[in-house]
Every structure is written in structure tokens, then in C-alpha cells.
């Protein structure tokens, strides 16, 4: 039997990339699952026990589509895990057009954060009934830097207080907990705002560029991070878990003193 066996999932962003991932985990764990993405048909085959739903997290109203669709397919939401995000390919604030920050920061901090709050709001009466769980996508970023540029790194550290504010509005009915990747071999998109929304992170080649640099020597698969996910909705496993983000960054936390800053050409550019 699988650790989410009879529990119900909504997931944001479960498409492509690590919310698909986690989508087929936990179809695999026993669970029924709803999704809310803006390409549901990619979704068609993966069984019968799964709702796609199409939408904009940044919605209020597409997130709460998505409850009542859940709702009205499997009857109850045990848990909601809030994906759906973009990254800003690690622009720097130099290298930020001025004109283009307004549309940017909007875009990028509606999807990372708002996304999730909608989600929030949206689910909370259904996980009150269930005694259900949050879990959000974080980032290494959302505790190091240079997993991102500002804009993304912000709203990452944003999510880590999401969380906790959320783990003690909704104690005791509610556990809301967080999901901290670090570096993924996925289809993540980046702002339109900045041209980069047909841009994927596997053109990239994480696993070809930046694998040797990690203490694991290797860059994950969307599917290895999905066990922590399935670990946080589960009743059995994480009772005991609130207000709190498992981290499962490739030990880039512990890889000790490297370059001692990013900002090394800024001197030439400025002071010439």
C-alpha cells in the first residue's frame, strides 16, 4: 500500500518539469490527484484518476476552480501543494533593464508567491475538514544566494515566510510545510517580462555544467525530488511537521568557501 493510499492531491504547475514529477509520484503512492496548470492536456495520459484543470495561479478564481473541481470529482483535498513558479535565469540587478523591473518583479513575485497564497486561500476550507496539509516549492535560493538573481531569490525567501506565517495562522487544523530543491533537471520557464518565457533550464545543460560542482556529483532528476513531497503529505510520515521546509539542495549549503562574490567586473564598469 502507498504512503498516500485514498488521499486526495491538488497540485499547481503539474504538467511538465517537477510538478509532473510529483504528479506521477503520487499517483504511484495511491493517491487521486487534481491539477492546475495552463496546459492540461499534457496530462491525458496518465490515468483516470486524475482532474486537469486549466488556469493562471495568479487567479484567485482559477485556484478556486480547481478546489471545486477536486472537490466535486473525489469529494474531499487531503493536501495542496503549490508548484507552479518561474526563475529569472539568474539576472542580475545590473543587468536588469530599468524600463522592464515593474513587469518583471509583478510577474515573477504573482506566479512564486501569490500563486501559493491563492492556492492558500482557495483550499483552506477543504483541508479544515480533512485536517490536511500546504506544501509549497521553495528553492536553495530561498535561503542561499546565486541560485537566482534578486527577483527570484526574493520571492523564494518570501515563500520560507509564507510558510511559517501560514504554519501558525492555520495551527492546529492545517500543517503547511515547504519543499526546497536545489539544482533540477526540468522545463523551468522564465519571465515574459524578460523574454525568457520559451526559454527552458534544460538548454542549459545543468547536469553537464554544473554536476561536478555539487557534493552529490550530480544534478537531480525532477523525479528524485519527489519523494519529499509524497513525505510531507503523508499522514503517517510528517504528522508531526509544521512550519518547516525539508531541504534537499545537492549539498550546496555545505560546499564551503568558493568565490567570494559574483560582482567581480562591476569595478571596471563603473570606475573607468
Not at 503520487?26 to 492546475?36: F, I, R, T
Request: proline share 6%; aromatic share 6%; glycine share 16%.
Amino acid at each position: 500500500m502507498g504512503a498516500l493510499q485514498g488521499q486526495v492531491i491538488l497540485i499547481t504547475g503539474g504538467a511538465s518539469g517537477l510538478g509532473r514529477a510529483i504528479v506521477v509520484r503520487c499517483l504511484e503512492e495511491g493517491a487521486s490527484v487534481a491539477v492546475l496548470d495552463r496546459t492540461p492536456e499534457r496530462l491525458g495520459d496518465l490515468g483516470d484518476r486524475i482532474e486537469a484543470i486549466g488556469g493562471d495561479v495568479r487567479a484567485i478564481g482559477d485556484n478556486q476552480r480547481a478546489v471545486d473541481a477536486c472537490l466535486a470529482r473525489f469529494g474531499k483535498l487531503d493536501c495542496a501543494i503549490g508548484n507552479a513558479g518561474i526563475w529569472d535565469y539568474s539576472t542580475a540587478l545590473d543587468a536588469l533593464p530599468p524600463e522592464r523591473i515593474d513587469a518583471a518583479f509583478d510577474e515573477l513575485f504573482h506566479i512564486n508567491v501569490k500563486g501559493y497564497l491563492n492556492l492558500a486561500k482557495a483550499a483552506l476550507p477543504a483541508l479544515v475538514r480533512s485536517s490536511g496539509a500546504l506544501v509549497f516549492t521553495v528553492s536553495n535560493a530561498g535561503f542561499d544566494p546565486g541560485g537566482g538573481g534578486p527577483l527570484y531569490t526574493a520571492s523564494k525567501h518570501a515563500v520560507v515566510g509564507l510558510i511559517r506565517q501560514l504554519a501558525y495562522e492555520f495551527a492546529p487544523a492545517v500543517r503547511v510545510n515547504g519543499v526546497a530543491p536545489g539544482p533540477i533537471d526540468t522545463d523551468l520557464r522564465g519571465p515574459a517580462a524578460l523574454g525568457l518565457a520559451d526559454t527552458s533550464i534544460n538548454s542549459i545543460d545543468l547536469p553537464g555544467t554544473a554536476g561536478a560542482a555539487m557534493p552529490i556529483g550530480f544534478v537531480p532528476a525532477a523525479a528524485d525530488y519527489a519523494g519529499g513531497y509524497v513525505f510531507l503529505a503523508s499522514r503517517r510520515d510528517s504528522r508531526p511537521a509544521t512550519g518547516g521546509v525539508l531541504k534537499l539542495d545537492a549539498g550546496i549549503a555545505v560546499r564551503g568557501i568558493g568565490r567570494p562574490g559574483a560582482g567581480g567586473g562591476l569595478a571596471e564598469k563603473y570606475r573607468a
